[in-house]
């Protein structure tokens, strides 16, 4: 199963699955993720049972910038909210600006967390910094006026 998922063979995790006593959903989803495979990503959700844990895999597509993968899995229903916003944490400071964009449109992450440590950690991304001191929750933590106030 982890063979196929990182390679992104989707007809054997398929013949995989056909076979009851096989399970892995978890482990194939990681993999995929991590390596970007978007299809088998998207199969595996289609196939995955429903407690499936997401969180995992959406946090090592965050660390990778798979934010076509990360997408996949928003709208799958993971909570990007989890362990305070470690996924977008992650994506920050991995300097992954695409991900950060998907993942602040989703109205659960707060980008302030931690008192503000994705802004603290990212102080050579530029582009991230803009992104984050957007956010009114961020400026608000340290102590900045609101964009719209500024003179």
Known sequence: VKMAATGGHIWV???LFQDKRVT???LALQRAAVHGREATVRYL???SPKDTDLTLPLLVA???GHCSVVSLLLHAGVDPSVREDR?????CQENHLDCAKTLMMD???DASTRMN???RTTVQFKDIQKLLLKDP???EKWGMRPEKDKP
Not at 87 to 91: E, I, Q
């Open 13 to 15: 995790l398929m013949r």
């Open 24 to 26: 892995g959903y978890d």
């Open 45 to 47: 959700l289609e196939v």
């Open 62 to 64: 965050c660390r990778q």
């Open 87 to 91: 996924a977008f944490r992650t994506a």
């Open 107 to 109: 109205p659960r992450v």
């Open 117 to 119: 440590e994705a802004l």
């Open 137 to 139: 929750r961020v400026r």
